[in-house]
């Protein structure tokens, strides 16, 4: 790059990436159906042509949005999880590293519980490889912890939505806990922040496995 121009390649790159953050707004805002590709071109600042050129049609720009943000969850829990490590730091490391996921996209529990809600029909198999990747992280975790006696033995896809199934149901319900908030305030309910929530999750179903 000279005189702080953009390659070809890195400006073809934020397209990209402009694409795709755009139409992760839009899908969180109306789901697969409601999405539209002119909406998504207009957000992203580009035609309805450049989506199809460098993406696809809808339903490969939705598999592209979920494969981002899955294949390089899978890769990064993967990483972060020490094979030294007792079962139950592993165990804390996997519920970290899924509160980071939600973090680092901030739309995707809306897209995901409007994707359950529709009955998940478009998830298909590269989506779905990208998931098993990180149920097989989950799945490890559990197996060694049951080895070592430390975990009693369950099935690894229910402590896997015991997780994620809280963390992105606290995501969407904001509007719902500050009624919560407001009307039990008497009774003991107090406002949690997402750190507040990770930390009870931990507990919790660290005492649930343990033996």
């Known amino acids: 790059m000279e005189n702080g121009k953009k390659s070809l390649k890195e400006k073809k790159v934020e397209t990209i990436r402009h694409i795709l953050d755009a139409a992760t707004e839009v899908f969180a805002d109306a789901g697969f159906a409601g999405a539209r590709i002119d909406k998504i071109a207009e957000r992203a600042g580009v035609n309805k042509a450049m989506i199809y050129y460098r993406?696809?049609?809808?339903?490969a720009l939705y598999t592209e949005v979920l494969h981002?943000?899955?294949g390089d969850a899978a890769e990064r829990i993967?990483?972060?999880i020490e094979q030294g490590q007792p079962p139950e730091e592993k165990l804390k490391n996997y519920v970290m590293n899924m509160a980071s996921l939600l973090e680092r996209h901030p739309y995707l529990p809306h897209i995901m519980m409007r994707e359950m809600?529709?009955?998940a029909h478009h998830l298909n198999e590269v989506i779905a490889t990208d998931l098993s990747r990180i149920l097989g992280v989950i799945s490890g975790i559990l197996d060694d912890g049951v080895k070592?006696?430390?975990f009693i033995r369950t099935d690894p896809l229910?402590?896997?939505?015991?997780?994620i199934g809280v963390m992105l149901l606290f995501r969407v319900s904001m509007p719902v806990r500050e009624i919560f908030y407001t009307l039990l305030h008497?009774?003991?309910?107090?406002k949690s922040s997402f750190k507040d929530m990770v930390g009870e999750i931990e507990k919790l179903v660290l005492r649930a496995?343990?033996?």
């Open 68 to 70: 981002n943000v899955f």
């Open 117 to 119: 809600a529709s009955g």
């Open 209 to 211: 496995l343990k033996v």
């Open 186 to 190: 008497d009774k003991g309910i107090k």
């Open 78 to 80: 993967a990483r972060n």
């Open 158 to 163: 229910i402590v896997h939505m015991m997780v």
């Open 55 to 59: 993406i696809g049609d809808k339903e």
């Open 148 to 150: 070592k006696g430390a």
